[in-house]
Nanobody
Framework: QVQLVESGGGLVQAGGSLRLSCAAS????????MGWFRQAPGKEREFVAA????????YYADSVKGRFTISRDNAKNTVYLQMNSLKPEDTAVYYC?????????????????WGQGTQVTVSS
Protein backbone atom coordinates (compact mmCIF):
# COMPACT_ATOMS: atom_id res chain seq x y z
CA GLN A 1 0.00 0.00 0.00
CA VAL A 2 1.06 3.55 -0.71
CA GLN A 3 -0.62 6.47 1.00
CA LEU A 4 -0.51 9.84 -0.73
CA VAL A 5 -1.31 13.24 0.74
CA GLU A 6 -1.36 16.38 -1.39
CA SER A 7 -0.85 19.90 -0.13
CA GLY A 8 -0.12 23.37 -1.45
CA GLY A 9 -3.35 24.16 -3.22
CA GLY A 10 -5.13 27.46 -2.83
CA LEU A 11 -6.46 30.58 -4.48
CA VAL A 12 -4.14 32.55 -6.75
CA GLN A 13 -4.54 35.26 -9.34
CA ALA A 14 -3.93 34.56 -13.00
CA GLY A 15 -0.22 34.76 -13.75
CA GLY A 16 0.69 33.62 -10.26
CA SER A 17 2.42 30.48 -9.04
CA LEU A 18 1.78 27.60 -6.68
CA ARG A 19 3.81 24.57 -5.71
CA LEU A 20 1.94 21.39 -4.93
CA SER A 21 3.50 18.67 -2.82
CA CYS A 22 2.55 15.04 -2.49
CA ALA A 23 3.93 13.15 0.48
CA ALA A 24 4.03 9.38 0.21
CA SER A 25 4.16 6.75 2.92
CA UNK A 26 3.99 3.01 2.95
CA UNK A 27 5.93 1.02 0.37
CA UNK A 28 9.24 2.20 -1.04
CA UNK A 29 8.48 5.49 -2.73
CA UNK A 30 11.46 5.35 -5.04
CA UNK A 31 10.06 2.25 -6.73
CA UNK A 32 7.04 4.11 -8.06
CA UNK A 33 6.48 6.40 -10.99
CA MET A 34 4.39 9.39 -9.95
CA GLY A 35 1.81 11.45 -11.74
CA TRP A 36 -0.33 14.52 -11.30
CA PHE A 37 -3.86 14.66 -12.66
CA ARG A 38 -6.59 17.25 -12.33
CA GLN A 39 -10.34 17.34 -12.51
CA ALA A 40 -12.45 20.43 -13.06
CA PRO A 41 -16.18 20.51 -12.25
CA GLY A 42 -18.17 18.68 -14.89
CA LYS A 43 -15.06 17.39 -16.64
CA GLU A 44 -13.17 14.14 -16.70
CA ARG A 45 -9.94 13.67 -14.83
CA GLU A 46 -7.05 14.65 -17.07
CA PHE A 47 -3.34 14.02 -17.09
CA VAL A 48 -1.06 16.89 -16.08
CA ALA A 49 2.45 15.52 -15.56
CA ALA A 50 4.36 12.37 -14.68
CA UNK A 51 7.85 11.44 -13.59
CA UNK A 52 9.70 8.13 -13.58
CA UNK A 53 10.96 6.56 -10.37
CA UNK A 54 14.45 7.88 -11.03
CA UNK A 55 13.32 11.32 -12.11
CA UNK A 56 15.07 10.91 -15.45
CA UNK A 57 11.88 10.83 -17.53
CA UNK A 58 9.19 13.46 -17.33
CA TYR A 59 5.97 13.87 -19.26
CA TYR A 60 3.64 16.83 -19.55
CA ALA A 61 0.24 17.59 -21.00
CA ASP A 62 0.47 20.05 -23.87
CA SER A 63 -1.67 22.49 -21.94
CA VAL A 64 0.94 22.86 -19.17
CA LYS A 65 4.24 22.46 -21.02
CA GLY A 66 6.58 25.33 -20.30
CA ARG A 67 4.53 26.42 -17.28
CA PHE A 68 4.51 23.41 -14.93
CA THR A 69 7.47 21.39 -13.68
CA ILE A 70 7.30 18.02 -11.96
CA SER A 71 10.08 16.87 -9.68
CA ARG A 72 10.65 14.40 -6.88
CA ASP A 73 12.83 13.95 -3.84
CA ASN A 74 13.08 10.26 -3.07
CA ALA A 75 14.88 10.96 0.19
CA LYS A 76 11.81 12.89 1.37
CA ASN A 77 9.25 10.59 -0.26
CA THR A 78 7.75 13.62 -1.95
CA VAL A 79 6.80 14.65 -5.45
CA TYR A 80 6.24 18.26 -6.43
CA LEU A 81 4.38 20.18 -9.09
CA GLN A 82 5.63 23.71 -9.60
CA MET A 83 2.94 25.68 -11.41
CA ASN A 84 3.82 29.03 -12.94
CA SER A 85 1.90 31.45 -15.15
CA LEU A 86 -1.35 30.01 -13.89
CA LYS A 87 -4.52 30.53 -15.91
CA PRO A 88 -8.18 30.39 -14.88
CA GLU A 89 -8.51 27.18 -16.92
CA ASP A 90 -6.01 25.53 -14.56
CA THR A 91 -8.68 25.65 -11.85
CA ALA A 92 -9.34 22.09 -10.69
CA VAL A 93 -8.79 19.58 -7.96
CA TYR A 94 -5.26 18.25 -8.39
CA TYR A 95 -4.47 14.64 -7.53
CA CYS A 96 -1.18 12.86 -7.25
CA UNK A 97 -0.96 9.19 -8.09
CA UNK A 98 1.58 6.36 -7.91
CA UNK A 99 2.25 3.60 -10.42
CA UNK A 100 4.50 0.56 -10.31
CA UNK A 101 5.26 0.84 -13.99
CA UNK A 102 5.31 3.59 -16.55
CA UNK A 103 3.93 1.95 -19.63
CA UNK A 104 1.29 4.63 -20.16
CA UNK A 105 2.19 7.59 -17.95
CA UNK A 106 -0.70 9.73 -19.22
CA UNK A 107 -3.40 7.16 -18.48
CA UNK A 108 -5.14 7.16 -15.08
CA UNK A 109 -5.58 3.39 -15.28
CA UNK A 110 -1.80 2.99 -14.98
CA UNK A 111 -1.92 4.32 -11.42
CA UNK A 112 -2.94 2.14 -8.54
CA UNK A 113 -2.76 4.66 -5.72
CA TRP A 114 -4.33 8.09 -5.45
CA GLY A 115 -4.37 10.95 -3.00
CA GLN A 116 -7.46 12.83 -1.89
CA GLY A 117 -6.71 15.88 -3.98
CA THR A 118 -6.04 19.55 -3.35
CA GLN A 119 -8.07 22.42 -4.76
CA VAL A 120 -6.38 24.97 -7.02
CA THR A 121 -8.41 28.02 -7.96
CA VAL A 122 -7.07 30.64 -10.35
CA SER A 123 -8.98 33.91 -10.49
CA SER A 124 -8.99 36.13 -13.56
Amino acid sequence: QVQLVESGGGLVQAGGSLRLSCAASGRTFSGYAMGWFRQAPGKEREFVAAISWSGDSKYYADSVKGRFTISRDNAKNTVYLQMNSLKPEDTAVYYCAAARGMGRPTSPVEYGYWGQGTQVTVSS
